[in-house]
Structures are given as structure tokens and as C-alpha cells.
């Protein structure tokens, strides 16, 4: 069972140039989420899904976009990047939306923005 | 989602129990408490979570005031590898999302 699993682990774009992050779990988990943390900082939420084909926004989305059209996957797009989306990246997975049950994380996407 | 104060820092010695407090002052009756870590810039790990009662699990417990403002998170014999940054959360679990906001948490250091 690999739980959430995040490609790539680390990258380096220029500014201006489109990038997916990819996040994919196994264990049927209907919410899914990512979070941005940068240097000695919490996590942020970026943008969240209760399932397949409904996404929302969190506190922090200007210049990602998503989508959810399976319930395994949920990529997570720059546009156009800027120095200012330097940061690590983590997906998470929640087995339902309306759960107390915690969320499961993957190990993060480390992303540089030169 | 009630926001949470936890201190910046704290150390313990191994072997011994390390408390992490928090305060949660603003908690409503539906939210949660989760307590997650996270090692050395890994993703989060999940330790713990409770909603009235103190919970036991095999890595930690949680004490919850009865007036439900404030928690701590006991690890009882904290290890070298228990060096790290704890967050606590609180969640509203039975609506739209229940989005998790997480701070900036408590750096714990286990030291020899």
C-alpha cells in the first residue's frame, strides 16, 4: 500500500515556464489536498477536492490550478512560475470530506524558481 | 476553524515525558483536536486526535481541558527521533471539507 505518492520529489523551473505536480493515492480517499510551506513556516492550503470533479479554493491559490477528474489523482498546475512559488509542496488524502479521521501526507515536492 | 497558540519551542532529555501544550481558546463544540509531526521537513505525520476525552494511542495521548480551550500532547519517553515540529490543529469533522489550518507549531528537541 503506497499511500500518497508525489512526483517529483525535487525540481528546478525558470520563471515563466508551466509545471504539474503530481499526487496520487491508493486508498479510495474521496478529499484531497495541497499545502505549500515555505522556510521555518506552516503548511498553507493551496486548493482542496471532496471528490472526483469538485474543487475549491483554500488561502493561498493564486497561480495554481487543479483538477480532480479520477478519485486516485490530483495535480496540481503553475501556470507561470514565479520566484515567489519556491517552496515545498505536500498532497493529502482524507478518506471522506464530511470525516473526523485525519489526513495522510506524502513525502512533498521540493520546488525551486529561478 | 479555531485558531491554536502553541509555544515556539521547548526541549526535553531522552528517556523523559515531553508535554506540548495548547491553547484552543476559541474551539467550538463540533471541532477536533489532531496533533500531527513532522520530521526534518518530511510530510506530516499523524499522531493523534480527539474531540472531549483523552485519547491513548501507542505513540502519544492527549489530555483535553473539560472545558475543551486548551490540550496537551504526551509523548512519555520521548527519543532522539521524537526531535521535531508539532502542530496542533483543530477541525470542524461534519462540514464542507472541514479544511485543516495549520500554524507554525512547536519545535520539540529531545536531547541526550
Known amino acids: 500500500n503506497a499511500g500518497v505518492t508525489q512526483t517529483p520529489k525535487f525540481q528546478v523551473l525558470k520563471t515563466g515556464q508551466s509545471m504539474t505536480l503530481q499526487c496520487a493515492q491508493d486508498?479510495?480517499?474521496?478529499?484531497m489536498s495541497w499545502y505549500r510551506q515555505d522556510p521555518g513556516m506552516g503548511l498553507r492550503l493551496i486548493h482542496y477536492?471532496?471528490?472526483?470533479?469538485?474543487?475549491d479554493q483554500g488561502e493561498v491559490p493564486n497561480g495554481y490550478n487543479v483538477s480532480r477528474s479520477t478519485t486516485e489523482d490530483f495535480p496540481l498546475r503553475l501556470l507561470s512560475a514565479a520566484p515567489s512559488q519556491t517552496s515545498v509542496y505536500f498532497c493529502a488524502s482524507r478518506d471522506r470530506a464530511y470525516s473526523n479521521q485525519p489526513q495522510h501526507f506524502g513525502d512533498g515536492t521540493r520546488l525551486s524558481i529561478l | 476553524d479555531a485558531k491554536t497558540t502553541q509555544p515556539t519551542s521547548m526541549d526535553c532529555a531522552e528517556g523523559r515525558a515531553a508535554n506540548l501544550p495548547c491553547n484552543h481558546s476559541?474551539?467550538?463544540?463540533?471541532?477536533?483536536v489532531y496533533w500531527y509531526r513532522q520530521i526534518h521537513s518530511q510530510g506530516p505525520q499523524y499522531i493523534i486526535h480527539g474531540l472531549k476525552n483523552n485519547e491513548t494511542n501507542e505513540m502519544a495521548s492527549l489530555i483535553i481541558t473539560e472545558d475543551r480551550k486548551s490540550s496537551t500532547l504526551i509523548l512519555p519517553h520521548a527519543t532522539l527521533r521524537d526531535t521535531a515540529v508539532y502542530y496542533c490543529?483543530?477541525?470542524?469533522?461534519?462540514?464542507?471539507?472541514?479544511?485543516?489550518?495549520f500554524g507554525d507549531g512547536t519545535t520539540l528537541t529531545v536531547k541526550p
Open positions: 490543529i483543530v477541525r470542524v469533522a461534519n462540514t464542507n471539507a472541514g479544511k485543516s489550518t
Open positions: 476559541t474551539i467550538s463544540g463540533n471541532e477536533y
Open positions: 486508498m479510495n480517499h474521496e478529499y
Open positions: 477536492s471532496v471528490g472526483a470533479g469538485i474543487t
